[in-house]
């Protein structure tokens, strides 16, 4: 037996490939199509790939024995919907079977009346350029007509478990390993301006958030989406009006973040308030551990006392008793 025909007697496990193969870790779609009939169907998948810039090809495959192969066939369009980090219940019903996945899913008709998600990181609209066999599955291949980038933070597939992305920690360069010339630079600013309350409390804010907003837009909320949550659990502002100042933001950025959130079914507008649903109750309260958790890694060197002591400097600023 020579090394070839060895090589092909070796038997793979299934299972053992599906595992490693799960070190490599994707991002989250759906595809969906609908054929002349008006039958819509979508898969969740993670085999989403990028083919070609000139001309725009993508490509994804699926299952032969998937049910909505049929369908993705006939449609002479396809959308690929890469999931934000907010959307694991969508990618958790359009992964079942046997049931109406686009019941309470909101989308709107693309090319080819292509059903297209809200919400999604990005969308690409494909014209169906060619399928091609490829073992047991169906390699598809499409031509990219229109795209959508919204930059919400995607959802991630890790070894067989959601996750949602994250900067590198290397990323975060140490003061020592500065630059001869940023250093002259910062000796500037030192003596009466490192005294100075205004210039501290901005530079310290810029440190803050710099850390804590890549985890809070990790879950796939933007910054007014995520404190519009916050702020409607927290019942410190009593009508829309208020709103305003307490998320810190212009009313009409308050105005869509709404929008996008009602259609999320995490909030309802009552009139003159919006109230969160049960499930915008749960997500505030995720939020919250987001928030709360960085909060603690940020104040471990101090103690219990020093912590109060500054956050009561920082309501007195700003005017909470």
Not at 175 to 199: K, S, V
Not at 309 to 321: A, C, N, W, Y
């Amino acid at each position: 037996m020579n090394s070839l025909q060895a090589m092909d007697a070796i038997s793979i496990d299934p299972l053992q490939f599906r595992r490693a193969l799960g070190n490599f870790a994707t991002g989250v779609t759906i595809i969906t199509a609908q054929n002349e009939s008006g039958e819509k169907v979508g898969v969740t998948a993670n085999s989403f790939n990028s083919v070609s810039l000139d001309p725009p090809l993508i490509l994804w495959s699926i299952d032969k024995k998937s049910s909505s192969f049929s369908v993705f066939e006939q449609a002479s369009h396809f959308a690929v919907n890469i999931l934000s980090a907010s959307q694991i219940e969508l990618s958790n019903t359009f992964a079942r079977r046997n049931i109406d996945k686009f019941a309470n899913a909101r989308f709107q008709p693309g090319a080819g009346m292509v059903p297209v998600l809200e919400n999604c990181s990005a969308v690409f609209e494909c014209e169906r350029h060619q399928i091609v066999e490829g073992g047991d599955h169906w390699i598809i291949i499409g031509k990219v007509v229109n795209f959508y980038d919204e930059g919400r933070s995607p959802l991630v597939y890790h070894q067989g478990a959601y996750s949602s992305v994250m900067p590198h920690p290397s990323l975060d360069i140490p003061q020592d390993h500065m630059t001869a010339g940023q250093e002259d630079a910062d000796n500037i600013y030192r003596g009466r301006l490192y005294d100075n309350a205004c210039y501290l409390m901005s530079r310290a804010i810029k440190a803050y958030q710099k850390t804590y907003i890549p985890k809070q837009c990790a879950s796939g909320f933007r910054t007014s989406e995520a404190r519009l949550l916050l702020v409607l659990a927290s019942e410190t502002a009593s009508c829309k009006e208020e709103l305003s100042r307490d998320v810190a933001m212009p009313m009409l950025e308050i105005e869509r973040a709404s929008e996008i959130l009602q259609k999320q079914g995490l909030l309802l507008d009552q009139g003159d308030f919006f109230e969160l649903t049960e499930k915008g109750l749960e997500t505030a309260q995720w939020l919250f551990e987001i928030a709360d958790s960085h909060q603690n890694e940020v104040f471990k060197n101090y103690s219990e006392q020093e912590k109060e002591t500054f956050i009561k400097i920082l309501k007195d600023l700003v005017g909470l008793k």
